[in-house]
C-alpha cells in the first residue's frame, strides 16, 4: 500500500530529552512536510523539505530539528529547548509542484512525563 | 502566519440533515482544500478545488471555491453516523504555503 507512515503512535519524552519522531513515505513524493496540532488550533507549520538534503523552517521551527538524507525519510527531532512539546505531530508529502494537495499520515502524540 | 478563519466550530445535527460549513480569509489562496479528520488519525484530503468559483462534488459531499478566492464552503447532504469527525479547510498559495482553519467538530445523532 502506498502512503505515509508515522512512528511511534505515542511517545513520551522525559525534561531534558531529546525525542525522533519518524516519517516515511511511498509516494515518489519529493516534498515533506511537518505539522504541529494543537487542540482547537488550525495545524501550524514546523519544517518542510522540497528536495533531498534541503529543509526550510516553518512558522514554528524554534526547538525542532529535522534531516532529510533520503527522499523517502523526513524525521524531526524535538529537542529539549522546546518548552511546551505536548501537541499530535503530522507529517505530510506532496508532489511538490504548485497546487499539488498534501497528504497526511496518522500522526504522532507526544507527551510530557 | 495568518489561518483561516472557519466556522462553525461546532455542529450538532440529527442523521439525514444536511450541513454547511465555510472558510474564510483576507488573503488571496490559488488552492482550496477540504480535509476530514478522524480521532487519532491523520487528516484525509476529501475534495480540492482550483479556479475561482469552482464547484466539484465527491459523492455526498459539495464545496465551491469562492469567486474573490478568499473563501470556500463545504456542504455535506443526508448526513450518516460516519460523517462525525473534525472537517479543516486548507488555503494554499503555493507549496510551501498552506493555512489551516480551526476545524468544524461534527457530530451526528442517530
Known sequence: ?113 | GQQLNQSPQSMFIQEGEDVSMNCTSSSIFNTWLWYKQDPGEGPVLLIALYKAGELTSNGRLTAQFGITRKDSFLNISASIPSDVGIYFCAGQVNNNDMRFGAGTRLTVKP
Not at chain 1, 523539505?49 to 533520503?70: H, T
Open chain 1, 1 to 113: 500500500d502506498g502512503g505515509i507512515t508515522q512512528s511511534p503512535k505515542y511517545l513520551f519524552r522525559k525534561e531534558g530529552q531529546n525525542v525522533t519522531l519518524s516519517c516515511e513515505q511511498n509516494l515518489n513524493h519529493d516534498a515533506m512536510y511537518w505539522y504541529r496540532q494543537d487542540p482547537g488550533q488550525g495545524l501550524r507549520l514546523i519544517y518542510y523539505s522540497q528536495i533531498v538534503n534541503d529543509f526550510q523552517k516553518g512558522d514554528i521551527a524554534e526547538g525542532y530539528s529535522v534531516s532529510r538524507e533520503k527522499k523517502e525519510s523526513f524525521p524531526l527531532t524535538v529537542t529539549s529547548a522546546q518548552k511546551n512539546p505536548t501537541a499530535f505531530y503530522l507529517c505530510a508529502s506532496s508532489m511538490g509542484q504548485d497546487n499539488q494537495p498534501q497528504h497526511f499520515g496518522d500522526g504522532t502524540r507526544l507527551s510530557i512525563l
